[in-house]
T-cell receptor, first 108, second 113 residues
Framework: DAKTTQPPSMDCAEGRAANLPCNHS???????VYWYRQIHSQGPQYIIH???NNETNEMASLIITEDRKSSTLILPHATLRDTAVYYC?????????FGAGTTVTVRA | GAGVSQSPSNKVTEKGKDVELRCDPI?????LYWYRQSLGQGLEFLIY????????KSGLPSDRFSAERTGGSVSTLTIQRTQQEDSAVYLC???????????FGPGTRLTVT
């Protein structure tokens, strides 16, 4: 019963922006959109979250469509260290449900 | 500052044995989670502790699994009579108060032979 849909994989050139899409067409009004990533053999790392408005922090930007049915995580200048599995999650409570995510490979 | 730590980092055990996995959350964090990640899979929620409230055990897969959190800090996940399907990476995360982001530890890789 997946709440989000992400492409299984994508490649990105080092130094370029990486745009990671996520569909969440059944999102409810009080559910946040979270992004985490997991670098190989490490625990997941929080990236960013948002409700309605676009958000930006030192790691990434989150663009949420006006109808909130999809979002895009933007890594502005991808580096080799950004190679990881990126998870898009929607939740309105303390529990997060991680799907398969998008495997992002940054290439030199 | 210190992040979430877990021990041991790796554990190999024989089928039928009991194991204990430990999690030290970030100091001051009131919420603590346990997740399980099987090979090539996403994270599966197991249990959640928040302050002195009764834990949410809804994700525990069977009664062989239990967890406790002593003094609102350190947590131990216990798996009794381990089975091969219990082999996975067990991840702990903590969260501070009203903040939404969870901070994860490096995990314990459990292998049941």
């Amino acid at each position: 019963d997946a709440k989000t849909t992400q492409p299984p994989s994508m490649d990105c050139a080092e130094g370029r922006a990486a745009n990671l899409p996520c569909n969440h067409s059944t999102i409810s009004g009080n559910e946040y959109v979270y992004w985490y990533r997991q670098i190989h053999s490490q625990g997941p790392q929080y990236i960013i979250h948002g409700l309605k408005n676009n958000e930006t922090n030192e790691m990434a930007s989150l663009i949420i469509t006006e109808d909130r049915k999809s979002s895009t995580l933007i890594l502005p200048h991808a580096t080799l260290r950004d190679t990881a599995v990126y998870y898009c999650i929607v939740s309105n409570d303390y529990k997060l449900s991680f799907g398969a995510g998008t495997t992002v490979t940054v290439r030199a | 500052g210190a992040g979430v730590s877990q021990s041991p980092s790796n554990k190999v055990t024989e089928k039928g044995k009991d194991v204990e996995l430990r999690c030290d959350p970030i100091s001051g964090h009131t919420a603590l989670y346990w997740y399980r990640q099987s090979l090539g899979q996403g994270l599966e929620f197991l249990i959640y502790f928040q302050g002195n409230s009764a834990p949410d055990k809804s994700g525990l897969p069977s009664d062989r699994f239990s967890a406790e959190r002593t003094g609102g800090s350190v947590s131990t996940l216990t798996i009794q009579r381990t089975q091969q399907e219990d082999s996975a990476v067990y991840l702990c995360a903590s969260r501070w108060g009203p903040d939404l982001e969870q901070y994860f530890g490096p995990g314990t890789r459990l292998t049941v032979t």
